[in-house]
């Protein structure tokens, strides 16, 4: 099995930033993708970036491109967040996906219902 476990957010202010981190335990996922999505009260879980964990490639939602930047640590085995420039539509609750299917070389998937495993979410605030 495979476990996902998120840390960082809480409350911030526009235009600050704030970095959330995914641990990942269990299966070796040396080939998995790794991905963010965020869900915002009475709005569907959208997508948000992912990664390769191999090659490193990513993919970015057009409304984080060039704010957010998805990372990874190989000896922690996380993958991370890096969101500046915040805003208040940013809040959302923030989760941690896996997707352990092989759908193609340079396939970096932004569609929730392909990712197997999920993290709890934690919550980012943003305030005006």
């Known amino acids: 099995q495979v476990r996902l476990v998120e840390s960082g957010g809480g409350l911030v202010q526009s235009g600050e930033s704030t970095r959330l981190s995914c641990a990942v335990s269990?299966?070796?996922?040396?080939?998995?993708?790794r991905g963010w999505f965020r869900q915002a009260p009475g709005k569907e879980r959208e997508f948000v970036a992912s990664?390769?964990?191999?090659?490193?490639?990513?993919n970015y939602a057009d409304s984080v491109n060039g704010r957010f930047t998805i990372s990874r640590d190989y000896a922690k085995n996380t993958v991370n967040l890096q969101m500046n420039s915040l805003k208040p539509e940013d809040t959302a609750v923030y989760y941690c996906?896996?997707?352990?299917?092989?759908?193609?070389?340079?396939?970096?998937?932004?569609?929730?219902?392909?990712?197997?495993?999920w993290g709890q979410g934690t919550q980012v605030t943003v305030s005006s």
């Open positions: 996906a896996a997707d352990n299917t092989f759908r193609g070389s340079g396939y970096v998937s932004s569609t929730a219902s392909e990712y197997e495993y």
């Open positions: 269990g299966r070796t996922l040396s080939t998995l993708v």
């Open positions: 990664m390769s964990w191999s090659s490193g490639r990513t």
